[in-house]
């Protein structure tokens, strides 16, 4: 921190660009949920504003960030109103100012011996509101400016741990944090980066900019969780202390952080401190710290609230994990999408308990911003406390014959000129013959997710590429023992295990095909959605960018990737050779059924206009009694259920000689079955 200044001429220098920045920082992280500092930084500038303002209150301005409670609401959601303020909380920064925070908490509250803290671990993620009537949610809504708020509720509805009814019928507001796992963050992470949108920094941003969205769809995607933590009106569950009240809310249904503790001393302050600084690592979410708070909830009352901040709690965040350490090489690396990131490669360090010798610089955009060198020596840090990253580089380090990084032009595994798509930060090879992208292409198809084809990692696959046995999917399926006899460590028994296992791919329902094709933003949810829909791959194959956009939570950015991704020739190509190897192109998943069922295993169209029931019902009751209700007519076809208006299918099953029903019959089997 700069040394406190002597004049006022120097304090006025200082605080305006100092101010500016700050409000900058504000909106980054409030507004666009992409902070371009670390929140250390933007806490220690903070407390130089504070500091300056105490010593010229003259000149404290009302835009100043000191004036306002953190955060704005200039996003399209509505607005709420909070009948009672949700302040953020003030912070500390090491041991000896909490002590002293703590010291002066006390000299307000001569009646009190020995105050009792509730200790809590401070949860890396965004203030939720959520208001019960009667036991039912009626509202969730985020912090905002700590009076007006926004409106999440119809969001809040799709993340699983948020009951919609409690177990008492009680009307009453309860308030705690919502936040991202690190592992799912991680995984979103490394989708938006396949997808060539930009990374979030962390856990918080991350599940801020998942919370905040118009459509709770996404927010549904984003496997968000809560711990909630705090009840404005305590009297209303009848509780005086906050442990009890973390109890009580836990019973309701909630779920609450079992790390919490009360402590009377300082020595037991200081242990839980030590304790989850060295445990945050270990834990499945991230904490930024340690709350206090006055585990007497009339004492809370007692002390009150500046204009800012409680009185009552404090947090103590944790110093950041830094090292700093030498880059020596930045590798360029081809994704299965053609995304080609830069990481960096540096002299192994230690940073919050492993060694880290990589870090991703995401694209060639983050990569000239910190305008990262070859021979610079940078900070690194554990973005939320899990994925290396550069903070920035130590200028007064660079070496004097320093040259900017040049940003490759060329794919450096094909050679094929490298293009940003529309929009995107990422750099791609478009090249669809790219080796790279080929071989990551055949991992993913081959993953568990998609054709679960288990054996066949990236090292087998690197394997069949250099000896040229498999080119596309559908090599796959003609691979013989033979040629898997001549890999690496592969012996009859591998072999076969091998050759089990692709053969098993063939009878996959089709989700996972169309998962495994690797068509962009279709991810495995997307694919199963779009497969149930359509019944068959040629079903999906036929279907406009409107039929796949209007299907349940697909919207038309993924509606258009499958209709262009079919309307390929090449690809049309490869299906017709995937369908000639014999793997399967028909919806078979089918959730709990009845497999005693006159109909289980039968495969049943639909087609026309159905009066008695809705299509989408037929098809589940079909579902539910073991059948495949498939989208088009073939000659395993069992059944074709005809409604009005029947066309095209209809003529089909009449050519092939399948059996064909119309809506009294089926209605009639139904009772039958019942
Ligand atoms: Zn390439």
């Known amino acids: 921190m700069a040394k406190q200044p002597v004049t006022l001429a120097d304090a006025q220098k200082e605080i305006g660009p100092l101010r500016q920045q700050l409000i900058q920082w504000g909106k980054e992280y409030y507004e666009q949920d992409q902070p ?27 835009d100043s960030p000191t004036q306002r409670v953190g955060g704005q609401t200039d996003t399209q959601l509505a607005k709420v109103t909070h009948e009672i303020p949700m302040l953020s909380m003030g912070d500390v920064f090491s041991v000896e100012e909490l002590q002293d925070f703590n010291v002066r908490q006390q000299d307000g509250l001569p009646e009190i011996d020995q105050l009792a803290y509730d200790l809590e671990l401070k949860i890396d993620g965004l203030s939720l509101s959520l208001v019960y009537e009667n036991g039912r949610l009626v509202q969730a809504s985020t912090r905002g400016n700590g009076v007006i708020g926004e409106d999440v509720t119809a969001n809040a509805m799709t993340i699983k741990d948020i009951p919609h009814q409690l177990s008492e019928p009680l009307s009453v507001e309860f308030r705690g944090e919502c936040y991202m796992p690190k592992a799912s963050f991680v995984k979103l992470n490394e989708a938006r980066e396949a997808n060539g949108q930009p990374v979030f920094a962390n856990p918080r941003n991350a599940a801020a900019g998942s919370l905040r969205q118009l459509d709770p769809q996404v927010t549904a995607q984003r496997e968000l969780a809560t711990f909630m933590y705090y009840v404005p009106e305590y009297e209303k569950l009848g509780v005086t202390t906050q442990d009890e009240a973390l109890k009580r809310m836990a019973e309701l249904g909630f779920q609450v952080n079992p790390h919490h503790r009360t402590v009377t001393s300082t020595a037991e302050l200081v242990q839980y401190i030590n304790e989850y600084t060295a445990q945050r690592d270990d834990l499945a979410y991230g904490i930024d710290g340690i709350v206090e708070k006055v585990n007497d909830l009339a004492t809370q009352t007692a002390l009150g609230n500046t204009v800012k901040v409680p009185r009552w709690e404090i947090a103590y965040k944790f110093p950041p994990e830094e090292q700093s350490t030498v880059v020596r090489e930045i590798e360029w690396t081809v994704g299965r999408t053609g995304n080609v990131t830069p990481t960096a490669v540096m002299d192994p360090v230690q940073l919050a308990g492993t060694t880290v010798s990589r870090a991703s610089l995401h694209n060639p955009d983050y990569l000239r911003q910190k305008d990262i060198r070859l021979g ?31 940003i490759p032009t060329e794919c450096p595994v094909c ?45 087998i696959i690197e394997q069949l590429w250099n000896k040229k046995y498999v080119s596309d999917f559908a090599d796959l399926y003609r691979l013989t023992a033979d040629q898997l006899l001549t890999l690496d460590k592969f012996g009859e028994k591998s072999t076969a295990k091998l050759l089990t296992a692709i053969d098993n791919s063939r009878h996959n329902s089709v989700e996972r095909l169309l998962f495994g094709l690797g068509i962009r933003h279709v991810g495995a949810k997307v694919a199963r959605l779009i497969a149930e829909h359509f019944g068959s791959l040629p079903a999906v194959m036929q279907a406009s960018a409107d039929e796949i956009s209007a299907v349940a939570t697909i919207g038309p950015t993924i509606g258009d990737s499958v209709a262009t991704y079919f309307a390929n020739a090449q690809v049309q190509q490869l299906i017709q050779e995937l369908q000639a190897v014999g793997v399967n192109m028909d919806y078979t998943a089918s959730p709990a059924v009845d497999t005693t069922s006159e109909w289980n295993g039968q495969r049943v169209v639909l087609t026309g206009k159905l009066a008695m029931f809705t299509r989408n019902e037929a098809k589940e009751w079909l579902e539910a009694h073991g059948a495949t ?11 074709l259920i005809a409604g009005e208006k029947a066309g095209s299918k209809l003529q089909k099953a009449q050519q092939l000689g399948i059996p064909i029903w119309n809506e009294q019959q089926f209605d009639q089997a139904m009772k039958e079955e019942q």
């Open 376 to 406: 610079d020596t940078v900070l690194l840090h554990k973005a939320g406390d899990i994925i290396p990253e550069i903070s920035r580089v130590i200028l007064a380090k660079r070496p004097a014959d320093s040259q900017p990084y040049q």
């Open 629 to 639: 209700v498939t989208g088009s007519v073939s000659k395993k076809t069992d059944v």
């Open 415 to 459: 050679g094929s000129r490298l293009v940003h798509l529309d929009g995107e930060v990422a750099l791609r090879c478009v090249n669809p013959m790219c080796p790279a992208q080929i071989k990551e292409g055949l991992a993913h198809f081959a993953s568990r997710n998609a054709m679960n084809i288990d054996g066949l990692g990236p090292k």
């Open 36 to 62: 371009t500092v670390e929140d250390y930084v933007y806490d220690r500038q903070y407390q130089r504003l504070v500091q300056l303002e105490t010593e010229f209150p003259e000149l404290i301005t009302p």
